[in-house]
């Protein structure tokens, strides 16, 4: 999961604008105990609407906003981040006024929007009189509002065990561990509701792959090895880092922790990687960010969209 800037609602084309007024309005006046008409409300709206859905695809840049899945528009969802359907699922906190509002519809795979991971549940930040989590704000995280790199954190390193590398535990998603209390509530429900640990064909080892391949180029680059000079039947490193870096790239939350936190275990590699490593914690982003683009220019403009300081 990675933080993405929302635009405000003033700035969405006039026409999406009215529609969702329209359909908000009507919304307010249905019975949150009237499943039909909430369904109906919803599916009448989506039978004719291309804009919110070509705007949301847009904003998250093609990727689930939750598991960072890259997505096919046909194939993704539109997602409410609180419920539209008061349920037992999220302990009839459910709330259909909230069905049209711009600031709770996000981009979703399909899986994180079905019945095994987020669908209609959601628990909330609030106990009520029975210690149920019922009342409140939604207690997952919302990638609009807040920076999932202040929650949660990537175990990058590779145990290489007689040439295997331990796929258990490498790239899973664990909190923080300098959270207070509701915060670390937050950070635990969320990687439990979303299961970003237990999807392991579909997350994990596609997290692995990608710190993987950026370990490795980052490394090569640090032996010297020439970033435009391409290899017979291959592209360039400037070339794999730019695809790998871009915006529309899936899995950046655990790469853009690997740049913002270089950390090398038994041997580190030589050159200018080895000293940052040295002195990455102290000096923080523009350390690794300036011996990148002196590299590769053209990541400037691939990585500033996404990779900043932390802010918290």
Same mark, same amino acid.
């Given at each position: 999961?990675?933080?993405?800037?929302?635009?405000?609602?003033?700035?969405?084309?006039?026409?999406?604008?009215?529609?969702?007024?329209?359909?908000?309005?009507?919304?307010?006046?249905?019975?949150?105990?009237?499943?039909?008409?909430?369904?109906?409300?919803?599916?009448?709206?989506?039978?004719?609407?291309?804009?919110?859905?070509?705007?949301?695809?847009?904003?998250?840049?093609?990727?689930?906003?939750?598991?960072?899945?890259?997505?096919?528009?046909?194939?993704?969802?539109?997602?409410?981040?609180?419920?539209?359907?008061?349920?037992?699922?999220?302990?009839?906190?459910?709330?259909?006024?909230?069905?049209?509002?711009?600031?709770? &519809?996000?981009?979703?795979?399909? /899986?994180?929007?079905? $019945?095994?991971?987020?669908?209609?549940? %959601?628990?909330? +930040? *609030?106990?009520?009189?029975?210690?149920?989590?019922?009342?409140?704000?939604?207690?997952?995280?919302?990638?609009?509002?807040?920076?999932?790199?202040?929650?949660?954190?990537?175990?990058?390193?590779?145990?290489?065990?007689?040439?295997?590398?331990?796929?258990?535990?490498?790239?899973?998603?664990?909190?923080?561990?300098?959270?207070?209390?509701?915060?670390?509530?937050?950070?635990?429900?969320?990687?439990?509701?979303?299961?970003?640990?237990?999807?392991?064909?579909?997350?994990?080892?596609?997290?692995?792959?990608?710190?993987?391949?950026?370990?490795?180029?980052?490394?090569?680059?640090?032996?010297?090895?020439?970033?435009?000079?391409?290899?017979?039947?291959?592209?360039?490193?400037?070339?794999? &880092?730019?695809?790998?870096?871009? /915006?529309?790239?899936? $899995?950046?939350?655990?790469?853009?922790? %690997?740049?913002? +936190? *270089?950390?090398?275990?038994?041997?580190?590699?030589?050159?200018?990687?080895?000293?940052?490593?040295?002195?990455?914690?102290?000096?923080?982003?523009?350390?690794?960010?300036?011996?990148?683009?002196?590299?590769?220019?053209?990541?400037?403009?691939?990585?500033?969209?996404?990779?900043?300081?932390?802010?918290?």
């Amino acid at each position: 999961m990675i933080h993405v800037p929302r635009c405000q609602f003033q700035q969405l084309e006039r026409r999406l604008q009215r529609r969702l007024s329209k359909y908000g309005f009507i919304a307010q006046h249905i019975d949150p105990k009237n499943k039909e008409a909430i369904e109906c409300s919803w599916k009448k709206f989506r039978k004719k609407d291309h804009l919110l859905c070509d705007k949301l695809y847009q904003m998250f840049h093609t990727r689930c906003a939750y598991c960072e899945s890259e997505t096919e528009q046909e194939s993704g969802a539109i997602d409410h981040f609180w419920p539209k359907s008061p349920n037992s699922q999220n302990y009839q906190h459910g709330d259909p006024a909230k069905m049209f509002e711009w600031e709770n &519809l996000v981009w979703s795979c399909t /899986i994180c929007n079905g $019945f095994s991971c987020k669908g209609s549940r %959601m628990h909330w +930040d *609030i106990l009520d009189h029975r210690h149920q989590p019922a009342l409140g704000n939604p207690l997952l995280l919302n990638p609009c509002v807040e920076d999932p790199i202040c929650y949660l954190e990537y175990d990058l390193e590779e145990i290489d065990t007689q040439g295997v590398l331990n796929h258990v535990s490498f790239c899973s998603v664990a909190p923080r561990d300098d959270l207070i209390d509701a915060d670390l509530e937050k950070a635990r429900y969320t990687i439990h509701l979303l299961r970003l640990n237990k999807r392991v064909n579909t997350l994990l080892h596609r997290r692995q792959d990608k710190i993987s391949h950026l370990r490795r180029w980052i490394n090569d680059l640090s032996r010297g090895v020439p970033a435009n000079v391409q290899p017979p039947g291959g592209l360039t490193i400037a070339q794999y &880092l730019t695809n790998f870096l871009s /915006i529309q790239s899936p $899995f950046l939350a655990p790469a853009r922790q %690997m740049l913002l +936190d *270089i950390h090398w275990s038994d041997n580190p590699p030589p050159g200018w990687a080895r000293d940052l490593a040295v002195e990455w914690r102290k000096q923080g982003y523009q350390k690794i960010y300036d011996p990148l683009i002196q590299c590769i220019p053209s990541l400037a403009n691939v990585m500033q969209d996404w990779c900043i300081p932390i802010s918290r």
